[in-house]
C-alpha cells in the first residue's frame, strides 16, 4: 500500500495493479498452424488477426502469439503470472518441435493500476485549472489528464477514484500520484475527508 505524506497527513492510496501488458521477443519463427490444436483456450482466425490468441485460466491472462517469434501477455497483474504466461507459450511452442530460447527479457509496456483517496475530486475545477486535462461530463463521466514526467495518464472520477496508465513500472505509478495529489491540493479540487 503506497502512502504519501504530506504536512504531517498520510494519503493512503491503496494502489491495486489491474493490468500488465507485456511482451517478449524469442527471436524464432513460430509455426502457429502447428501450436493452434496443442492446448485449449487457443484461437486462430488468420484472415481477421494475424495473431494467434491464447487465453489461460491460470494464470488468468492472454498472450498474443505471433509468426514473427513477438509474444505478447495482457490481463495478468503481476510479474510472476507474466513469466508463468510466456514459460506456457514457449512450452507449447516447443512442443511443436520447433527449438525456443530458456531465456528471454521481458518488456513491461503497460501497467494499469486503480487508487482511491477518502475524498470527492472536484472535475469542474480540475479541467478549468489543469492544463493537459479533458472532461466531457456528457460523454463520460471521468476526466483525461495526461502528466508528462512520468509520463503517465490518469482517470479522475468525482469519487475520489483514479486510474492510472501508461506507466511501465510501479515507481512511476508512485511517483506520479504524488505529484498530482499535491497539484490536486494546490488548486483546491479536493475535498474533506468524508
Given at each position: 500500500m503506497v502512502k504519501y505524506k504530506k504536512c504531517d497527513k498520510v494519503v493512503n492510496f491503496g494502489i491495486k495493479v489491474e493490468n500488465i501488458v507485456a511482451s517478449v521477443s524469442l527471436g524464432i519463427t513460430i509455426p502457429l498452424n502447428k501450436i493452434v490444436s496443442k492446448v485449449?483456450?487457443?484461437?486462430?482466425?488468420?484472415?481477421?488477426?494475424?495473431?494467434?490468441?491464447?487465453?489461460?485460466?491460470?494464470?488468468?491472462?492472454?498472450?498474443?502469439?505471433?509468426?514473427?517469434?513477438?509474444?505478447?501477455?495482457?490481463?495478468?497483474?503481476?510479474?510472476?503470472?507474466?513469466?508463468?504466461?510466456?514459460?506456457?507459450?514457449?512450452?507449447v511452442v516447443r512442443s511443436s518441435g520447433t527449438k525456443a530460447p530458456k531465456e528471454f527479457e521481458v518488456q513491461v509496456e503497460n501497467i494499469v493500476?486503480?487508487?482511491?483517496?477518502?475524498?470527492?475530486?472536484?472535475l469542474d475545477t480540475i479541467a478549468f485549472k489543469l492544463e493537459e486535462s479533458e472532461y466531457?461530463?456528457?460523454?463520460?463521466?471521468?476526466?483525461?489528464?495526461?502528466?508528462?514526467?512520468?509520463?503517465v495518464a490518469f482517470l479522475f472520477f468525482g469519487t475520489g477514484k483514479i486510474i492510472c496508465t501508461g506507466a511501465r513500472n510501479m515507481k512511476d505509478i508512485k511517483e506520479a500520484l504524488g505529484k498530482v495529489y499535491k497539484k490536486l491540493k494546490l488548486i483546491g479540487a479536493i475535498s474533506k475527508a468524508r
Open positions: 485449449e483456450g487457443m484461437e486462430y482466425e488468420p484472415e481477421q488477426f494475424p495473431g494467434l490468441v491464447y487465453r489461460m485460466k491460470n494464470p488468468k491472462a492472454a498472450a498474443l502469439v505471433f509468426g514473427t517469434g513477438k509474444v505478447i501477455c495482457t490481463g495478468a497483474r503481476n510479474m510472476k503470472d507474466i513469466k508463468e504466461v510466456f514459460n506456457k507459450v514457449v512450452k493500476a486503480s487508487a482511491k483517496i477518502d475524498n470527492s475530486l472536484n466531457e461530463p456528457e460523454q463520460f463521466p471521468g476526466l483525461v489528464y495526461r502528466m508528462t514526467k512520468p509520463k
